[in-house]
């Protein structure tokens, strides 16, 4: 290689892969006791066809980027993953029962009141909107003495029970399918850019826009499993509805 021909070599090196700006490499070629040349020198090197030597540093230099993308990827892809099985939530367990009321204890008779019955969830009376864990009741055509202190059901207008809904507790570790399809969305991207950088598609590389190159990574096992494990995601994105 001529004295010339290093000079170039080692000018596009700079720029490529180094990020050098031509007063930069100007200045590295004074730092390294190459000699002292002019801007217009140093851009007419740039402009000059690559040797082999610097296309294939490029390559390599671009080859071992996309690892590393490829790298990240995989493992904020098992982040999604691991945060679409950590999606659950405590759901809270609700019923309805009889709303009520207490005799006042200082009354001093008993107070009459229309009686009532529990009803089966296998009763024609139960309601279609009540749930089995539900508290239903209905009035007779019967009459209870209440005792002062004792608690008894509520009547609508209508003569019909009025009902409320009371907290009995907490369902845990319920799917938050909100959150799981989010993460599985994630999980998709993250496949997707990963498939990308390890050539699950050809693409081409420009850098600067003066040197352009093409590259395409042979389909391994794992990069065939990463392809099939983007398109499944896509399909069965929408299935999540929109949420």
Do not use: C
């Not at 851009?43 to 540093?57: C, F, I, K, Q, S």
């Amino acid at each position: 290689m001529s004295t010339k021909q290093r000079r170039v070599t080692l000018a596009l090196k700079w720029h490529y892969l180094d990020n050098l700006s031509v007063e930069e490499i100007q200045q590295r070629f004074e730092d390294e006791g190459i000699g002292s040349y002019a801007r217009s020198t140093i851009r007419g090197y740039l402009n000059e066809d690559p040797a082999d030597e610097v296309l294939e540093m490029i390559e390599e230099e671009h080859a071992n980027t996309r690892l590393q993308i490829a790298e990240r990827e995989e493992r904020l892809y098992q982040r999604a993953r691991e945060a679409e099985s950590r999606a659950l939530t405590d759901e809270p367990i609700q019923r309805v029962v009889p709303q009520t009321d207490r005799v006042p204890a200082d009354r001093e008779s008993p107070m009459t009141w229309q009686d009532w019955e529990y009803v089966d969830p296998d009763d024609e009376d139960w309601p279609e909107w009540a749930e089995e864990r539900d508290i239903i009741i209905r009035f007779t055509d019967q009459k209870r003495q209440l005792m002062p202190g004792e608690e008894y059901p509520l009547r609508a207008v209508d003569g019909s029970p009025k009902y409320t809904t009371e907290f009995v507790g907490l369902e845990r570790d319920v799917d938050d399918l909100k959150g799981q399809s989010m993460a599985r969305r994630e999980q998709s991207q993250h496949l997707q850019a990963k498939g990308d950088v390890l050539g699950v598609y050809k693409d081409r590389v420009e850098i600067d826009g003066a040197i352009e190159t093409e590259s395409t990574v042979g389909l391994d096992e794992e990069t065939k499993e990463i392809a099939r494990e983007v398109l499944r995601e896509r399909y069965t994105e929408g299935d999540d509805g929109d949420e």
